[in-house]
């Protein structure tokens, strides 16, 4: 019978990374097969935070450090028509104090950027001598969105007047990102309240009769606005003698300008009542103090009628 042969360990650990145990112990080895799986998280980890960078990045969640002369402000028609010196002031001084809190958001174009909201923001920094802004890159889908972004953003953070509403409506509509200015109204301000959205609509009246003629058209309260486009509707000549008004003596102020409106409005001519019919062949036009009856029907016989009712009438109120 063969002689069997005694197995032995090894004097020395086979694999060349060993670790030592703070027990004093003797030293516990390292399989290669823990290397390799540890290698392998450790990639997947990495892998899956550059996905979720890039996704980040695509759905414009990545604040970026951009050049401010870099971005430019042609791609939107801009909703905010005037700047407030004092509101500008304010923002200034908290930039200055705090720095940039908020991103504003961009959309490659380009070689470069172009700003969707964040005007007032730019510009601010502009002015106190700042050479970059923290970005949001976005990807809006069309113009639409992009209008809209821009809309709900300056909704949130500073209100814009009626007429400035109402202005960017009509632009879009003559952009062609919408067909008709009621449409751009429901679309831009799709979240606000429906009383919003109708008073809007009635400041369209206000910047399609009046907006070439008008200089501080953001002055005008909502009080006023409402009951100008009301007797704007209602007078169709109206819009000609204010226009007339504000050529003849042109507003250096938005207080005169107000007067010049507030004025046209206790002038104007009331709406002239239509003929009211009666019956066959009789027609009525009246107001406090005229009457004026007309028609075919108005015979001998009627007006004997008429003459007798009419006396009758005077002796009983006289």
Excluded: W
């Excluded at 003596?249 to 507030?262: G, I, K």
């Excluded at 019956?279 to 108005?298: C, D, F, H, N």
């Amino acid at each position: 019978m063969a002689k069997r042969k005694r197995l032995e360990l090894p004097k020395e650990p086979f694999s060349p990374d060993l670790e030592t145990n703070t027990n004093g112990l003797a030293p516990r080895v390292r399989m290669p097969i823990a290397e390799v799986a540890g290698d392998i998280s450790g990639r997947a980890a990495l892998e899956e935070v550059a996905r979720e960078m890039t996704l980040a990045e695509s759905e414009g969640r990545v604040v970026k450090r951009l050049p401010i002369a870099e971005i430019g402000m042609q791609h939107l028609m801009r909703d905010r028509m005037h700047l407030d010196d004092a509101e500008m002031e304010v923002l200034k001084a908290s930039l200055l104090s705090r720095g940039q809190q908020t991103p504003i958001e961009v959309v490659r174009a380009g070689g470069g950027h172009e700003l969707i909201s964040g005007y007032r923001r730019l510009m601010a920094l502009q002015a106190i001598g700042e050479t970059h802004v923290l970005a949001l890159v976005k990807n809006p889908d069309g113009a639409v969105e992009a209008y809209q972004a821009m809309v709900e953003e300056n909704e949130v953070r500073a209100d814009l007047s009626f007429y400035e509403r109402a202005n960017i409506a009509i632009a879009c509509v003559e952009q062609g990102v919408y067909k008709t200015p009621r449409a751009a109204v429901a679309g831009l301000f799709a979240h606000a309240p429906a009383a919003k959205r109708s008073k809007i609509a009635r400041f369209l009246v206000i910047r399609e009769k009046l907006g070439k003629a008008l200089q501080f058209p953001t002055a005008i309260p909502e009080k006023l606005g409402l009951a100008l486009a009301q007797a704007l509707e209602a007078d169709p000549k109206l819009g000609g003698r204010i226009v007339d008004a504000l050529r003849k003596t042109p507003p250096e102020t938005a207080v005169a300008e107000r007067r010049t409106l507030e004025r046209a409005l206790e002038r104007r001519s009331p709406p002239k009542a239509e003929p009211e019919t009666l019956g066959k062949g009789l027609r009525l036009e009246a107001k406090t103090g005229r009457a004026v009856l007309s028609g075919p029907a108005i015979d001998e016989d009627f007006l004997a009628s008429l003459r007798h009712f009419a006396v009758s009438h005077a002796k009983e109120r006289g």
